[in-house]
């Protein structure tokens, strides 16, 4: 029997647990191995970025980043698919991992070190994590030094007290829009997970393990609740909907959170790299948005323009145009 995978991840980590399930919904065999003290040394064998997950496949590669690693292991393990059949819903999905990945990961990583009792529950269960036989003296030592080096990188997502309540307002807007949606089907796209559903749910079960989002999504929007303990273990029940049935009540989180929000700040945040600023500011949502850019979404934001060239024209350009996502993903592709 071959030897499974190996996902080095940490539960605390939105972009592990979205290739961790996304695993458990192929069937591939595979290991869950903690990162931490004890594993880092087989992990440095593997990894050519310190980040996680990290896969290790059984002929001993390395692979990393969430999105290509989906992307490669759909291509090998095709059934049951991610993507829907529709080409609008397919691209829409798409776009909305992408939303998940960015712009949800600034509501995760905002709720998680902007108040006292949540950078106190996230560094104290990291601590643990990486050292789980600690004895308290040092697991509290751990925990602070965490919490002072994370609260101090807030500003890689953009999070500041200029930014707190943009932020704040667009989780609560989009887990209400999506609460609205799920009320009428288990996953985003109908019966089965999509590559929408990965990358969305990670950021919100992690907000939900900290207190004060956790708080918001218990008491605000059940469904995305039961959605995301769904999500854990993820099974097909039934197909992928037509994106008629989908488009009431899907299309408004596009309109009010993606293109009112996420791409006008992708387009100013991918201008400001190219022109090489230290920051830049953009207006969303009738506020200023001051950050300092971030490299690494220029890639992705440019792999998924590739996707719309792919997709583009007829009922796709018009729902794009409808719910003002257009102009940002033509870009150079006119």
Known sequence: MASPHRIFGIELSPYSV???????????????????????????????????PLVVTPEGEGVQDSTPILERFEAAHPEPSIHPPEPVAAFVSALLEEFGDEWGNKWMFHYRWAREVDQLSAAGR?????????SDERHAGTAAQIRERMVGRVWFVGSSAQTAPQIEDSFRASIALLDAHLAARPYLFGARPAFADFGLF???????????????????????LDWVHRMLWPRAEGDFEPWSRLEPTLAPLLE?????????????????LADGRESFTVALGGGAWTQKPQKYHAKSFAALRAKYAAARG?????????????????????
């Open 18 to 52: 979205k290739v961790r399930s996304y695993f458990r919904y192929k069937a591939i065999p595979h290991e869950w191995i903690v990162r931490s003290v004890a594993t880092q040394a087989e992990y440095q064998k593997h990894a050519t970025l310190p980040i996680v």
């Open 126 to 134: 990291i601590a643990r994590a990486m050292l789980p036989a600690a």
């Open 202 to 224: 990670a950021q919100l079960y992690e907000a939900w393990t900290d207190p004060t989002p956790g708080a918001l999504i218990e008491g605000c929007a059940p469904r995305v």
């Open 256 to 272: 009010e959170q993606v293109g009112r929000l996420f791409l006008p700040w992708t387009l100013a945040n991918a201008a400001a």
């Open 314 to 334: 007829g009922a796709l350009d018009a729902l794009l145009e409808r719910t003002g996502c257009l102009a940002a993903l033509r870009g150079a592709a006119g």
